[in-house]
């Protein structure tokens, strides 16, 4: 008898499976453990035990989340808790043997753009760090998910973790995408479609021709913001794009190894006729650019929609929390998108700072100007080299943006680059919390390009229909 | 880590659903010391932005005050890996937290710091935190032992939680410990793994 279908999520798990305890635990390997400069936290947790890094071959490390954008010193960075954490991922790898990309290497970056480039991040693999992106590098066909200081030490410690099998469930985008549509616009309708708690306790297959047609960067997009769909992980099927994509980078396969990886690599793909506890599906050429209005990802709606109306809601509970977003947001139901005016724009993150971001950013922003202030944050050291190699950065110059040093920036605010009360920001980034930005600031998510049509005409616009 | 067992306290209702981490505990207040972080326990909720405290907060109402329990709506504490989240709430005396659902790296981050994340079915979590708003400062009782929570009305229902997670919470357990047992285990893994996927 042939061997039950599995699922790529089934396989990763089984193929890293230490033990399995009766009461349903299983003790996980983990096979790649990203660190950044939150997770000091874990370092502290380990010399309190007196405890060494089990496998620092494994961990790989970048600040990110509190380096300034305007400079790559250490000594700039003015909160001495945060400049404490800068140094302290400094010492906490030479101490440990972890391999570092510090500021002022080309290869420093968000940890989430840094792992896949330097082809750290590889298909059939588990890989997590203490960050709740770390979704993003399923695009690759690896598990990836992210976890709190506690667990981050105990991976430091075992390079393993204590997890209930989490559900599967498969989200497949079929048909063709209309021109400007982008992974960006993928996700947020899946979310808006299934709601920011629509894959708790799941781990998400995102397939179909659309997906298959993402690059890698579309899909890193999209299996970012899987958390935002209340997924523990995010994936897609390695094929020959991630293939193409892994070929060649510091830290992928070679020679032998290389043929003997890629071999493993075309096993990991969900078997024909595999079973998911769930099925959701999308038609690709129904997705418009979408920008949120609400403080959840899943209030996210096409660029030639209203702001909804609270009386619309299906009970109480939802007519409340929308009437509070929508007085927080500072938006009146019934207005049109377009009609909304925008303060500022960010484009950056995990979610939008790759160089295929950059490039469709770039693509719209030729020739045009910026009315309001304008930043773009590159991912990496070598995302920005690579787009200044490509004469991005004039364009952006040019059309009044401010061309900034990589890290997470305005995503979250955390190295001070937030946003006043009240101001709306168009961003490229995945959360619009409350306060997300800085206390009061108003936060829509949107794609890169559409970010660009906001900076150039001062409201939300159908990049579609710039003339 | 301090053990689970019972708890008989006050609880606070929570009605807005995906209150988020960054509600719980917003980003400025991370990257600073443990202690200096006790403040911030849903900081902007319970302040206006001129840091006056909003008093329709509950968490600023007399009634509630040494509260240990939380009753929250759905996806509570989504979003981000914070485990300050868990943390800012244990340092302020909150240890359990009931929800029809939870963000699934809080419900984790829970175990990590003695804590106890409740699922229970939506209606009764409505039914709970209405009784708490209609006599503020009531209590809800949690036997660990037996699964069970006793609303303010003495109505008590079943939960589940995994046995292993269970057996940890209650005797304390530090997973580290536990996990460092299993060495013999983990090496024969690792010795396999360089075998089979040599590359890495
Ligand atoms: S870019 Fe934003 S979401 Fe991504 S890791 Fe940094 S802070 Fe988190």
């Known amino acids: ?38 997770s000091a936290a874990g370092f502290a947790k380990l010399r309190e035990r007196g405890i060494k890094l089990r496998r620092p071959d494994r961990g790989f490390a970048t600040p990110d989340h509190y380096v300034k954008s305007d400079s790559r010193s250490v000594a700039a960075i003015a909160d001495p808790h945060h400049r404490a954490l800068v140094e302290a991922i400094r010492t906490n790898t030479a101490e440990s043997g972890v391999t570092l990309f510090d500021l002022g290497d080309e290869r420093q970056g968000i940890a989430h753009v840094v792992g896949p480039e330097q082809g750290v991040t590889q298909p059939g693999l588990t890989l997590v760090c203490g960050d709740s992106h770390t979704s993003t590098h399923g695009a690759l066909g690896a598990l990836a998910f992210g976890i709190g200081s506690s667990e981050v030490a105990h991976v430091m410690a075992t390079e393993c973790l204590w997890q209930r099998k989490p559900k599967a469930m498969r989200v497949s985008v079929d048909g063709t995408l209309g021109e400007d549509i982008t992974g960006k616009d ?7 479609k299934i709601g920011t708690a629509g894959a708790v306790g799941h781990v998400i297959e995102y397939t179909g021709s659309a997906i298959r047609g993402l690059s890698i960067e579309g899909r890193l997009t999209v299996c970012n913001m899987s958390i935002e769909a209340g997924g523990k992980a995010g994936m897609v099927a390695p094929d020959d794009t991630t293939i193409a994509y892994m070929k060649g980078r510091p830290f992928a396969p070679k020679e032998a190894e290389w043929d003997k990886a890629v071999a493993f690599w075309r096993t990991v793909p969900s078997d024909e006729g595999a079973v998911f506890d769930r099925d959701v599906s999308l038609d690709a050429a129904s997705i418009a650019p979408m920008v949120t209005w ?3 990802p899943e209030d996210a709606l096409s660029i030639t929609g209203r702001i909804p109306e609270p009386s619309t809601a299906p009970d109480a ?26 303060d500022r724009v960010f484009i950056g993150s995990c979610t939008n700072s790759r160089i295929e971001d950059l490039r469709a950013a770039a693509k719209v922003a030729k020739g045009r100007k910026v009315v309001i202030p304008s930043w773009v944050v590159a991912g990496s050291g070598l995302v920005k080299k690579q787009a200044e190699a490509e004469g991005l950065d004039k364009i952006f110059v040019e059309a009044g943006f401010e061309w900034r040093e990589p890290g997470c920036s305005m995503c979250v605010g955390m190295n001070g680059d937030t946003g006043k009360p009240q101001q709306r920001i168009a961003s490229t980034s995945n959360r619009n919390f409350i306060g997300r930005q800085g206390p009061g600031v108003r936060t829509h998510l949107l794609s ?16 579609r229909k710039l003339a | 880590m301090e053990a689970f067992t019972t708890l008989d306290a006050v609880a606070i209702p929570i009605d807005q659903p995906n209150l988020d981490t960054d509600q719980i505990i917003p980003a400025r207040f991370l990257g600073k010391p443990r202690p200096t972080q006790v403040e911030a326990l849903f900081h902007d909720l319970r302040y206006t932005p001129d840091k006056k405290p909003r008093p329709e907060f509950v968490t600023n109402m007399p009634a509630y005050q040494g509260a240990r329990i939380v009753v929250a709506e759905r996806n509570f504490a989504c979003g981000s890996s914070r485990e300050n989240a868990v943390t800012v709430m244990v340092d302020n005396g909150l ?12 419900f984790n981050n829970c175990f990590q710091n003695g804590a106890l994340p409740i699922r229970l079915d939506a209606k009764r979590v409505a039914e709970i935190r209405a009784a708490l708003h209609a006599k503020p400062g009531s209590t809800v009782k949690i036997d660990l032992a037996s699964q069970t929570v006793t609303g303010p009305d003495g109505k008590a229902d079943r939960f589940e939680i995994d046995s292993f997670r269970k057996d940890c919470l209650l005797k304390g357990v530090d997973e580290v410990n536990l996990t ?14 360089r075998q089979e996927m040599s590359w890495l």
């Open chain 1, 1 to 38: 008898m042939a061997a039950a279908a599995r699922t790529m999520f089934e396989k990763i798990w089984q193929r890293h499976i230490v033990v399995d305890r009766p009461d349903g635990y299983t003790l996980l390997y983990i096979d790649r453990h990203l660190m950044h400069d939150g």
């Open chain 1, 186 to 192: 993928v996700i947020l309708a899946i979310i808006a």
């Open chain 1, 294 to 296: 609400g403080t959840s």
């Open chain 1, 317 to 342: 509970a939802k007519k409340d929390s929308m009437k509070r977003a929508l007085d927080y947001m500072g938006l009146t139901p019934g207005t049109p998108l377009e009609q909304v005016p925008v």
């Open chain 1, 448 to 463: 890169p390009a559409m970010a660009v049509a906001a900076a150039v005409t001062g409201h939300f616009a159908d990049v």
């Open chain 2, 95 to 106: 240890r359990a937290f009931i929800a029809p659902s939870f963000g699934d790296i809080f």
């Open chain 2, 180 to 193: 460092l047992g299993y060495e013999k285990d983990i090496a024969a893994f690792e010795a396999k793994q």
